[in-house]
């Protein structure tokens, strides 16, 4: 472990300005930090503890949806009657991730920020653009069980590993983010994430110093919401395909509509384009199958992670059945 500072700050401008100082991260439940602290992918000169700050609440929204603060725990935001009621899929997907243990420090700004589980990117002796932009991706020609089919580059093709994330991406969540000027903005979490092209260290829009405060939800819409993960083993596993869905049906013909993937790209991945195909349409296995292969149309294989093409072909046809079951 290499020597470093902490600071604790007391409120929100002392934590963004220190923050900002050049070699400075946050952290506050510190599940993934801690780790790649001690495997020294990442050695931050110090660490901007913000356990201390107000940001640990969950809030009704003026136009009825619902403000997560960034410090609110993964345990308490699956098990918030609000959540629980309004917006299932999130519950479901934050309890397939990781364990009770884990879940009980992870905070909803933290999940966001995971690093990717890449195996090149957690050895330090093997070369790797995220680490080390320039060095090369270990990860092409290689081990590529966990890799990303869609959204990757000739620089990087890791995923993103958050269930949590996949969730928010179906629920068309915003960050708030505040810079170091004490200003506020927010983002659609569909913005939030950068694909790695030729900067995969470039992975999120946060500036030096800018604060993950909240994340909101829009108000709740009426359908099904699943969310379906396919792992290696039952759990504490991350996924090799996910599936997030809210659908709606009335009349029996499809209305609203919105599909997230995780574990098949950099960043959770999700076409509005292609959802089009759905809106509006009578349920049917071919008019998924359609849908599914317009998903995959620019999916591409490494060689060990080719089976992720049709495994996620089955799975989101698998959950749109399910999601529309009752209106066929």
């Known amino acids: 472990m290499r020597p470093f500072d902490y600071v604790r700050p007391s409120g929100m401008p002392e934590a963004t300005r220190e923050a900002s100082r050049a070699g400075s991260a946050f952290i506050a439940g510190g599940t993934n930090l801690l780790d790649l602290m001690k495997l020294e992918v990442m050695a931050p000169d110090r660490l901007v503890d913000i356990n201390r700050l107000d940001m640990g609440e969950c809030s009704a929204t003026p136009a009825g949806g619902l403000r997560i603060g960034a410090l609110v725990t993964n345990s308490d935001l699956a098990a918030d009657e609000h959540v629980r009621r309004d917006y299932p899929l999130l519950s479901r997907a934050l309890l397939a991730g990781a364990s009770g243990q884990l879940r009980n420090k992870a905070t909803t700004g933290g999940n966001l920020l995971q690093r990717t589980r890449c195996y090149y990117f957690y050895d330090t002796s093997a070369p790797c653009n995220k680490r080390e932009p320039g060095s090369g991706c270990s990860a092409i020609g290689g081990a590529t069980r966990l ?7 000739e620089h990087c093709i890791a995923t993103h590993p958050s269930d949590m994330a996949v969730a928010m991406q179906a629920l068309d969540a915003a960050v708030e983010i505040e810079n170091v000027e004490g200003q506020t903005r927010s983002v659609p979490l569909s913005d939030f994430y950068r694909l790695p092209g030729d900067t995969p260290q470039v992975e999120t829009v946060l500036g030096s110093g800018d604060l993950i405060t909240a994340v909101v939800l829009p108000a709740p819409v009426k359908g099904s919401q699943i969310y379906r993960k396919v792992r290696d083993r039952a759990s504490y596993a991350f996924a090799l395909v996910s599936v997030a869905a809210v659908v709606g049906v009335e009349d029996g013909t499809i209305g609203s509509v919105a599909l997230a993937f995780g574990g098949v790209a ?18 049917s296995d071919e008019l998924f199958a359609r849908f599914a292969d317009e998903i995959l149309r620019e999916a591409r294989g490494q060689g060990g992670n080719d089976f992720k093409i049709p495994l996620l072909r089955r799975t989101l046809i698998a959950t749109l059945q399910s999601a529309t079951d009752e209106s066929r």
Request: charged fraction near 30%.
């Open 266 to 283: 950099p960043r959770p991945w999700r076409d509005h384009e292609a959802e089009r195909i759905l809106a509006g349409e009578r349920p």
């Open 147 to 153: 890799h990303a089919i869609l959204g990757a580059s």
